[in-house]
């Protein structure tokens, strides 16, 4: 994509988008990819600070650049911040878009007001094809799918799925490469419970409040429910590809061009994006050097994702080396709020089939960052998010914000408040205090 211009301003930011396989379109107007236009401008360029922004789950451009948009636009707006940046900060905004939407119930046809055997009949071959495009299109995912879709049309609410559509669930498993297995130290895509459509059918009727994510009672309640768990696992797997590979490299590079401040900042799925670009292939490749702040708004991903150690495990988080290794050099800051019902609510439901939504005193197995930060290390700290004043961030830890009372829900992030941490980050990453 061509740069795109801040609205009401004549700041500019770069958008690179990837595909479903995980790499870069070929979508620069010169020609080629646009990540390569973009290391060009900013050797000539020769900005300050290169602030790097990914969405979590947003399925097309537009909406990526509308929260490109509210994200970056919330930091712009902020004068005396940027102007408390000094006056030779040369800021550089990049953000990324890749293929996120969670395949659910907002894309059922306006049409399909109701699903009551006998009448589902018109809306389910547009809605089965949907389903075949979003896990992939091949013959491997359509047969299985069939077989689902057709047991939806007969009985949508069915809460004991018949033995065809366990087997159909474990054909598509294996046709989009599921793998998860259960173990919280596995990496983002591999850490959930294990495929199961019946127990989904179960903790989709628990989570009763999952909408967030795009998904109806329809599909919480019926045969269906088991594409969330498989769509979860699909769109955990394409992050970590997408920042363990092409954005793991282009940072890499961008910090070989560039004496840069680097600055990452993912939501929802996008921490997982985050995370994978510090941690590289496999969670142990470092980058060339550290980047100067991190922060995770809203993160789907594993609470134990930087643990020292697992409880009831004497295993490490899969991120753990972003933590030992320094990868970040100044705060690491992630946000949680009780109004997100989506990483509260149905991550849980869709990643560890298990009720354990709510905040309280025992940390779950399956959780999401959003929800309860990062745990498991001793560097992390709790804060409440300001309305002004200072964090007093230090270098080198990990800072879990509740911003409950000012994140109104999953993508309720553009607001002054979180725009304000964000910059006290930033600062505090070369030891500048409010």
């Not at 282009?250 to 799925?269: K, T, W």
Request: hydrophobic share 45%; charged share 15%; aromatic share 8%.
């Amino acid at each position: 994509m061509p740069f795109q211009t801040l609205p009401g301003t004549d700041q500019r930011y770069g958008l690179i988008t990837f595909d479903n396989d995980g790499r870069e379109r070929k979508d620069d107007p010169e020609g080629g990819v646009f990540s390569a236009a973009l290391r060009a401008h900013i050797t000539q360029t020769r900005p300050s600070h290169i602030f790097f922004f990914t969405h979590g789950w947003k399925g097309d451009v537009p909406s990526a650049i509308d929260q490109a948009n509210r994200w970056i636009g919330a930091m712009w707006k902020l004068d005396a911040e940027r102007a408390a940046m000094g006056a030779d900060f040369r800021p550089a905004f990049i953000a990324l878009h890749w293929p996120s939407q969670p395949w659910g119930e907002e894309m059922i046809p306006a049409a399909a007001a109701s699903f009551a055997a006998g009448d589902a009949g018109a809306a389910i071959a547009p809605l089965l094809e949907q389903a075949v495009a979003h896990f992939g299109g091949t013959a491997g995912v359509r047969a299985p799918l069939e077989v689902i879709f057709r047991a939806f049309e007969q009985d949508p609410a069915a809460r004991i799925l018949p033995d065809e559509v366990v087997a159909a669930y474990q054909q598509l498993g294996t046709a989009i490469g599921f793998n998860a297995g259960g173990d919280a130290a596995a990496a983002p895509d591999q850490e959930g419970a294990p495929l199961d459509p019946q127990a989904a059918v179960r903790a989709e009727r628990v989570a009763s409040v999952g909408a967030s994510f795009g998904l109806g009672t329809t599909l919480r309640n019926g045969i269906l429910a088991g594409l969330r768990q498989t769509s979860f696992w699909l769109m955990k797997h394409r992050a970590r590809t997408v920042g363990e590979q092409g954005m793991h490299q282009f940072i890499a590079q961008l910090q070989g061009d560039s004496n840069a401040h680097i600055h990452l900042m993912g939501h929802s799925f996008g921490c997982i994006v985050v995370s994978s670009i510090l941690g590289g292939p496999g969670g142990n490749a470092a980058l060339p050097r550290p980047v100067e702040s991190a922060a995770l708004i809203q993160g789907a991903l594993s609470l134990w994702s930087f643990a020292d150690r697992i409880p009831g495990s004497d295993k490490a988080g899969y991120f753990r080396r972003v933590v030992s290794g320094r990868a970040v050099s100044g705060p690491l800051v992630t946000t949680q709020s009780t109004h997100d019902s989506a990483v509260g609510a149905a991550y849980p439901a869709a990643v560890g089939l298990v009720n354990e939504f709510d905040f309280g005193t025992e940390l779950p197995k399956f959780g999401g960052v959003g929800t309860w930060g990062i745990q498991g290390t001793a560097i992390a700290d709790k804060r409440s998010m300001l309305d002004g004043g200072d964090y007093a961030f230090a270098p080198g830890r990990i800072y879990n914000i509740d911003g409950s009372t000012f994140i109104g829900g999953h993508s309720a992030i553009d607001g002054p408040q979180v725009a304000r941490m964000q910059w006290q980050a930033i600062r505090a990453s070369r030891g500048q205090r409010v």
